[in-house]
């Protein structure tokens, strides 16, 4: 013990390698939350995958979650092409102003009405045609298999889709690529499985979803 | 001019067959009164049992029991005739069916478009394979000696005058279309095929054949131009598939269907359009008619893509009594404007355009499952929003929950905080009267939401929308 050096002087100096992987490649889908980006292993939603919110109730932040992604996606496209933004068997009306205040544009937007047992049929569909940017879909009976039928279709199409389901699904398996978890109290998101990387030990607050 | 006729030998048989789901069955057609029976035509596995066209029933019963018996029924022949002038349009402006068992079609026109004679032939006659029709093509000059010569040739292709009467003149008398009577006297003159006919002194033969049979044989070399009737194109499709069993599941009408869409189409590539509407139309034996209705959002000539719809509206009908026939009926048949489509396209395999996946989409769903959304000038929450008409309408910087209820419904949570407000929402006197205060509340299981209380009242909460 000839000297005790401070651990701010020898990172400051860079004599210690610590190991740190190198910057990764940004994903060209990204949440647009830079820190929901940092936890995920591709930087961002996994392309062409399926990605589950699961959520515990009502009101909580799956939009908040998603309404940059999807403004990004809405706006992307010049005027010629007409890769839509499909919202299968929404759970509410979706508020059209909020959505256009969001940063949405309202006619790349698409709303399809489906009986619970035909979302699945519909988002498959829709999943596989290529003709949409991303899926969003709120499927009531969901087992493994069907989850895995989505998956594929999201692979062949190229397509962004998202699944919300109850959060009691969390203890399931699933195929998906990506789960997130949104809690309540307190409020933060838990990825509990992500393709590609270890889930992140830590929780996100979702007070720390700023742009 | 040059004149392409099509000689149907088989019309009849041909269009019973072709919707038949046996064809390789021992079948015959039967005409005649109900004391005489004959069989009128027979396909080749009942030909391959001893049967022939012309034996009277009877005589067929005893040779085979088994064959597939069909009345010769006139108007479908019509009808048939009629689909394949039809599906002739599509290949010339001028097409005649005045003819029996006869289309005549002036192709010179039509060279530039489809290519010299033996493509444009081939092509004619790969359609009427693939539609299920047995043919004969000659093309000639002049309408008359096409007609004439198709009786003795197949493939045979002259456009000049000079073979033509070469050919003319090697046609037997009794294939040349002159009234029975008249190819009777001219055998027993001696005269069997027409060249010795030409050659005779012009008013002697006027004298002994009559002067019907001169103006024929002035038809045929051309020297007399008759003006045929044409053929034009019926602005409704209408096809009729009859059962001779009683089906009773809607799988089993998925062949005739797809025949039926498969003539639609046929007719609507003869005349460059599409189809937005139709409607299929199920025929009980007793009750009244079931209509299935199939709507597009735009006009579609693709068998494949129309099929598939069709299908889709028809598969979860549940059939109330057995259906005995089934008609397609198209009477809204705009221009067909194809879609373009990017040269270098580098969407996936299986990609289908927005359009087709919507109309899947609502084939299956219903007419009203797929809709757009716009913003209304409003401040009503509910009339806020419409569906599909854009407007030109700009957001309120306001801040408004991402998720609406359809009905407000009451908030019951003693222990609600309010996080801002009151918006005071107060429009519409003159219709939906609206007054109240809005409020952006956290539930005690923090979430937020958006809730209003009518103005002047200190009651409970009530639930109008999730900031999600």
Redesign the interface.
């Known amino acids: 013990m000839a000297s005790v050096v401070a651990l701010e002087s020898l990172l400051d100096s860079r004599r210690v390698w610590r190991g740190q992987p190198q910057a990764r490649p940004t994903s060209r889908q990204p949440t647009g939350f830079a820190a929901l980006d940092a936890q995920l292993p591709s930087g961002g939603w996994p392309e062409s995958a399926l990605s589950e919110l699961l959520l515990p109730?009502?009101?909580?932040?799956?939009?908040?979650l998603l309404?940059p992604t999807l403004a990004r996606l809405s706006q992307a496209g010049d005027a010629t092409s007409?890769?839509?933004i499909v919202l299968i068997a929404?759970?509410?009306?979706?508020?059209?102003?909020?959505?256009?205040?969001?940063g949405v544009r309202?006619?790349k937007?698409?709303?399809?009405?489906?009986?619970p047992r035909?979302v699945l049929?519909?988002t498959e569909?829709?999943l596989?045609?290529?003709?949409?940017a991303a899926v969003l879909c709120w499927p009531l009976q969901a087992d493994d298999r069907a989850l895995r039928r989505l998956q594929v279709a999201a692979e062949?199409?190229?397509c962004l889709g998202f699944a919300m389901r109850d959060a009691k699904a969390a203890a399931n398996p699933s195929p998906a690529a990506l789960r997130i978890v949104i809690d309540?109290?307190p409020?933060q998101l838990r990825v509990i499985k992500c393709r590609g990387g270890n889930p992140p030990t830590q929780p996100l607050p979702l007070s720390a979803l700023t742009r | 001019m040059l004149w392409a006729c099509i000689l149907l030998p088989q019309l009849a048989l041909d269009g019973v067959l072709r919707r038949h789901a046996a064809p390789d069955q021992p079948l015959a057609l039967i005409s005649g009164p109900s004391q005489r029976r004959v069989l009128h035509a027979v396909n080749e596995a009942a030909e391959a049992e001893g049967l022939h066209a012309g034996q009277p029933l009877t005589t067929a019963q005893t040779l085979c029991h088994h064959f597939a018996k069909v009345d010769v029924d006139s108007a479908a022949v019509e009808r048939t005739h009629d689909f394949l002038a039809a599906w002739a349009y599509r290949y010339g402006s001028l097409v005649s069916r005045s003819l029996p068992s006869t289309l005549l079609l002036e192709v010179e026109a039509s060279f530039k478009l489809f290519g010299p004679w033996p493509r444009l032939e081939a092509r004619l006659r790969h359609d009427l394979s693939e539609l299920g029709f047995r043919h004969r093509i000659v093309l000639a000059p002049n309408p008359w000696a096409a007609r004439a010569l198709v009786n003795r040739h197949d493939g045979l292709a002259i456009s000049q005058d000079a073979p033509l009467q070469q050919a003319l003149g090697q046609l037997p008398v009794d294939a040349s279309g002159l009234p029975l009577d008249v190819c009777e006297s001219l055998g027993r003159m001696g005269l069997r095929t027409l060249q010795p006919v030409f050659a005779l002194p012009r008013a002697a033969l006027g004298k002994r054949v009559g002067a019907s049979a001169l103006q024929q044989l002035d038809r045929l070399t051309g020297a007399l131009a008759t003006p045929l009737p044409y053929f034009q194109p019926a602005d409704v499709f209408e096809a009729r598939i009859e059962f001779n069993y009683d089906v009773t599941s809607s799988q089993a009408l998925l062949f005739p269907l797809r025949r039926l869409i498969d003539d639609l189409a046929v007719y609507l590539a003869g005349r460059d359009g599409g189809v937005q509407q139709f409607l299929l139309r199920l025929e009980h034996d007793r009750g009244p008619v079931t209509d299935v209705r199939i709507g597009l959002l735009a006009a579609e000539r693709e068998p494949a893509m129309l099929f598939e719809f069709a299908r889709g509206r028809l598969e979860p009908l549940t059939l109330t009594a057995s259906v005995s026939a089934m008609q397609l009926i198209a009477t809204e048949l705009p221009p067909f404007v194809p879609a373009a489509r990017d040269l270098f396209d580098t969407r996936p395999q299986q990609a289908m355009p927005w359009q087709q996946l919507r109309e899947r989409l609502r084939a299956r769903l219903g007419d009203d499952a797929v809709h757009g959304l716009a913003i209304r000038a409003d401040h009503r929450p509910e009339r806020s929003w419409q569906i599909d008409v854009q407007t030109k309408s700009s957001p309120l910087p306001l801040p408004r929950p991402g998720w609406l209820l359809k009905q407000p419904i009451p908030l019951r949570d003693h222990r609600l905080r309010v996080l801002a407000g009151p918006e005071r929402i107060e429009s519409g006197w003159w219709e939906a009267d609206v007054r109240r205060d809005y409020y952006v509340v956290e539930t005690s299981m923090g979430q937020r939401a958006w809730a209003y209380r009518p103005v002047g009242e200190l009651g409970e909460f009530m639930l109008h929308g999730w900031f999600a």
């Open positions: 109730m009502d009101g909580i932040g799956e939009l908040r309404w007409d890769e839509k929404p759970p509410y009306l979706p508020f059209a102003s909020a959505w256009a205040n969001a309202l006619d937007l698409q709303i399809v009405l489906a009986q035909d049929w519909a569909q829709c596989r045609s290529a003709a949409c062949t199409g190229q309540t109290a409020a």
